[in-house]
């Protein structure tokens, strides 16, 4: 079974650092596309956070430029460096995908989500 697994996620104070990492599991034989980051804040809608394609373009948010950056470890990995995080920040962030299986079409998948928290 297909799975993107994350990791990484917890609490912060303002000003501080986290780094959120996620892997794709249980099939070498997909082809990953673009990968991302999104976030659902408390009472708030699912929003893009940061993209990196298979060629290493990267994309964020107008709300994170200069303090996240998305990372491709490998074909089917990616990192977020989350610094200078502020209690806005807060939201559960999930892992995106999009994979080519070998023998099918593009499908797109999701990671179960990560909590992260920044208080004092």
């Known amino acids: 079974q297909v799975q993107l697994v994350e990791s990484g996620g917890g609490s912060a104070q303002p000003g501080g650092s986290l780094r959120l990492s996620c892997t794709a599991s249980g099939s070498s034989t997909i082809t990953w596309g673009t990968m991302a980051w999104h976030r659902q804040g408390p009472g708030k809608q699912r929003e893009l956070v940061a993209s990196v394609t298979k060629e290493g373009n990267r994309n964020y948010a107008d709300s994170v430029k200069g303090r996240f950056t998305i990372s491709r470890d490998s074909t089917k990995s990616i990192t977020l460096q989350m610094n200078n995080l502020s209690p806005d920040d807060t939201a559960v962030y999930y892992c995106?995908?999009?994979?080519?299986?070998?023998?099918?079409?593009?499908?797109?998948?999701w990671g179960q989500g990560t909590q992260v928290t920044v208080s004092s």
């Open positions: 995106n995908a999009d994979g080519l299986p070998v023998y099918g079409t593009w499908r797109n998948y």
